[in-house]
């Protein structure tokens, strides 16, 4: 069903498009040795490449090349095995040379797609239309001093993938998921964290509205969005805005504006620059980035697996397509449950780490890269169910001392004497007691009461002090009142 926002004129579709820049993970600049680190004090991540000093001549990072081509292929992208750099020229006082190195007629990757999953359990694909490898600008800081900018040059050089989706989105939702996917994709193959509260991932959102069956009207870029909640929140807001401005008989006009997540409204910035406004032309320090065929399939033999497809595999393992997704939605989850279920019954391990598991992280506010247990002791306590050791129950219990004490789960059964009853004549011999010493309720099942089967099996299960096994103990009952 097709999202729409209704106008005084009849409703309305809206078109959106995202530019996402996503921080690349390496240890070094995209042109020079200078650290990347998140956090460092302000202007000590800084080389003279950085700085624009005369003279100084970039070098490319290969490693920061190898992460885009990785990214690529994670997108089921073109790789242009022959791309350039181009020089982006405007002025901006974090800008140290007054030019900005990027890409422009040449990106390093070409077309690919995202499959995204929407709530209603439908996909849709959402094109990429190219990858293109550029650095960073610095940090200006106005908050510092009452009169004063303060300029903060540790990210200035910092490489950046600028990621551009076709205008294929049509509501919230969608620009949401999109963004959620592009994020997890990046994690999966570790070209970028996708820590948007630290700015290494951030997207312009282009949003423009039309009635149905028109061509496309003129969009305008919501800038530098750091959150997917906010994402979603300018989408419609921007939608809204153009909505009344057409409604009204005016004309919205191409510009570029902010979101104020305060009052959930979008300002204007400034009008929107044209390619020509920038003046690119080939950096003439750079020659063309050239790769090798070879290498570029080294990396796509190397690449982990990513969400689809481990999603697809949870599925054939007899996960229902809602576990898979909430196992898959984060590559550390993921790895957590590959291990808990190793060589056990899959359905059992994802019933125990999306129940159990996930409520003690949220009650213990924890993270799954800081379990408060470990997949193989998780593991290991449904072996002890599996092989009747423990009942349900009792492995709930020992779950919550695992919790408390780190210990593994073997070790806390044999302290606490904690093991079940599998034993038919230690079992019997108790039913035998609970049947004497409730005669009266005895006759009455055998009169007909079938619903007082559950009392024994209770009378039962507390005289062992919930060790029997839950199986046997019915059985046995059974086989005693009959």
Not at 397 to 413: L, Q
Request: charged share 25%; net charge negative.
């Amino acid at each position: 069903m097709s999202y729409t926002i209704e106008g005084e004129t009849g409703p309305w579709e809206i078109v959106v498009g995202l530019e996402v820049h996503a921080q690349v993970i390496s240890e070094a600049k995209l042109f020079s040795g200078a650290a990347t680190g998140f956090g460092a004090a302000p202007n000590t991540q800084v080389s003279f490449v950085d700085a624009g000093f005369p003279g100084m001549l970039p070098v490319i990072n290969r490693e920061c090349v190898a992460q885009a081509v990785r990214t690529g292929l994670g997108l089921n992208a073109q790789i242009n095995l022959w791309s350039r750099f181009d020089r982006k020229n405007y002025f901006y006082a974090d800008l140290p040379n007054g030019y900005q190195i990027s890409q422009f007629a040449h990106p390093i990757i070409g077309t690919g797609v995202v499959e995204i999953t929407l709530g209603d359990g439908s996909t849709k694909e959402i094109g990429v239309t190219r990858l293109h490898l550029e650095q960073d600008a610095g940090k200006s800081l106005h908050d510092q001093h009452p009169t004063k900018s303060f300029i903060d040059l540790n990210r200035a050089g910092v490489a950046l993938m600028e990621i551009v989706s076709e205008p294929d989105m049509r509501s919230p939702e969608e620009a949401g998921a999109y963004l959620t996917k592009l994020r997890q994709i990046l994690r999966y193959l570790g070209t970028c964290d996708g820590n948007m509260d630290e700015g290494s991932m951030r997207a312009d959102v282009n949003v423009s509205v039309r009635k149905s069956g028109e061509g496309f009207r003129t969009r305008c870029e919501v800038k530098n969005v750091n959150s997917i909640r906010f994402v979603m929140q300018a989408v419609e807001a921007e939608a809204r805005r153009q909505i009344e401005v057409w409604e009204t008989g005016g004309e919205v006009t191409q510009e570029t504006r902010l979101f104020d997540t305060g009052r959930g409204t979008t300002r204007s910035m400034r009008s929107k620059e044209d390619a020509h406004d920038y003046r690119y032309f080939p950096d003439p320090d750079l020659p063309p980035l050239v790769l090798d065929a070879a290498w570029v399939e080294g990396l796509r033999a190397a690449l982990p697996e990513l969400p689809d497809a481990r999603r697809a595999r949870y599925v054939a393992m007899g996960l229902t397509p809602y576990d898979a997704h909430v196992l898959t939605l984060e590559k550390e989850t993921a790895a957590f449950f590959d291990v808990v279920a190793r060589g056990r019954d899959a359905k059992i391990a994802a019933n125990w780490v999306t129940g159990d598991f996930f409520a003690a992280l949220n009650r213990l506010k924890r993270d799954i890269t800081d379990p408060p247990v470990t997949a193989e002791n998780l593991g290991a306590l449904l072996d002890l169910l599996a092989d009747n050791t423990l009942s349900g129950k009792l492995a709930k219990e020992v779950f919550e001392i695992m919790i408390e004490t780190g210990k593994s789960p073997g070790a806390i059964v044999e302290e606490k004497g904690l093991k079940q009853v599998t034993d038919t004549g230690a079992i019997e011999a108790v039913i035998d007691g609970v049947l004497a010493a409730n005669a009266d309720k005895v006759a009455e099942y055998r009169s007909g009461k079938d619903k007082l089967f559950g009392f024994f099996v209770g009378q039962t299960m507390r005289a062992m002090q919930g060790k029997g096994n839950p199986a046997l103990v019915n059985e046995l009952l059974k086989k005693k009142l009959g």
